[in-house]
């Protein structure tokens, strides 16, 4: 396996806050495509609706949210692919790259950097609450990575999902005070992002068994069947929000089934 090297620009790209999620996790297009989908404009919905934004603040407040989010996760990341793969069964080696503890700081002093900048540009570096946030999030990450009994590893992985589409969304409610709104963050997470994907890993994790979840209107029923708790939440707490984040997810999936209907044209392609 190759060693790290500075004048490598896709080794480099690794050093910059979302280059390593990037590079290991969201291969372009189909993944980022899909998390864009149906994690970040869900959040910005959410801190447009519940902190009362326009589009332009909305979505500046979430990148800083995720700027912080994802600089602290990529910690995560980097333990999962060299300390979790000793107590994962069923490991994925996710960068054939070898970093030294040299190039190691570097990663970790980058990113805790660029997540201070964010935190006080967000202005909640004296919100205890959000610092518990981030200490949650911290204690889970260390958890899923050194945890040896793969039960336990459904826990944190449920909770890191939740983390993964809440956190962003959470400092605009931090500084607004609104308890409320930070509920149904997490609540309509849990439904919409955090259930589907828990089930993914599951079967990917060979716990359950689920052919099904290939299936192209596989994610389209699953946001029509959570329709009923969805829209009692919202109702709930005279919040749109949550409907309003289904709904996009529900059009989003009626598209990418659309799609597979459009007949091909002569030159193979199809389109909407």
């Known amino acids: 396996m190759p060693r790290f090297c500075v004048t490598d620009p896709r080794h480099l790209i690794l050093l910059v806050p979302f280059g390593y999620?990037?590079?290991?996790?969201y291969h372009w297009p189909r993944d980022f495509v899909v998390n864009a989908l149906t994690a970040w404009v869900p959040g910005?919905?959410?801190?447009?609706?519940?902190?009362?934004?326009?589009?332009g603040p909305a979505v500046l407040t979430y990148l800083l949210g995720y700027a912080v989010f994802i600089s602290l996760y990529e910690l995560g990341y980097l333990a999962n692919d060299t300390i979790g793969l000793r107590?994962?069964?069923t490991p994925r080696r996710r960068v054939d790259v070898v970093m030294s503890p040299a190039i190691i700081l570097v990663f970790g002093t980058v990113r805790?950097?660029?997540?201070?900048?964010?935190i006080l540009a967000l202005g909640v570096g004296g919100a205890g609450l959000y610092w518990a946030a981030l200490a949650a999030l911290g204690v889970t990450l260390i958890a899923h990575n050194t945890l040896r009994a793969t039960e336990m590893k459904f826990f944190t992985f449920l909770q890191l999902s939740?983390?993964?589409f809440a956190l962003p969304v959470l400092p605009v409610l931090v500084v607004a005070g609104d308890v409320v709104g930070m509920l149904i963050c997490f609540a309509t997470g849990l439904?919409?992002?955090?259930?589907?994907r828990f089930l993914t890993y599951l079967d990917a994790k060979g716990r359950l068994s689920l052919p099904e979840?290939?299936?192209?209107?596989?994610?389209?029923?699953?946001?029509?069947?959570?329709?009923p708790l969805v829209t009692l939440l919202s109702i709930a707490t005279h919040e749109v929000a949550p409907i309003a984040c289904l709904l996009w997810g529900v059009f989003v999936q009626l598209?990418?089934?659309?799609?597979?209907?459009?007949?091909?044209?002569?030159?193979?392609?199809?389109?909407?």
Request: no cysteine.
């Open 213 to 227: 979840r290939k299936a192209r209107a596989y994610h389209l029923k699953t946001h029509l069947a959570v329709l």
């Open 44 to 55: 910005v919905i959410l801190v447009a609706l519940l902190g009362d934004l326009g589009a």
């Open 162 to 164: 939740l983390f993964r």
């Open 112 to 118: 805790l950097g660029v997540a201070l900048a964010a």
């Open 21 to 25: 999620a990037f590079t290991s996790r």
């Open 191 to 196: 439904l919409l992002f955090t259930l589907p």
């Open 87 to 89: 107590h994962d069964p």
């Open 255 to 272: 598209v990418y089934v659309a799609r597979a209907r459009v007949p091909a044209h002569p030159g193979g392609a199809t389109s909407l």
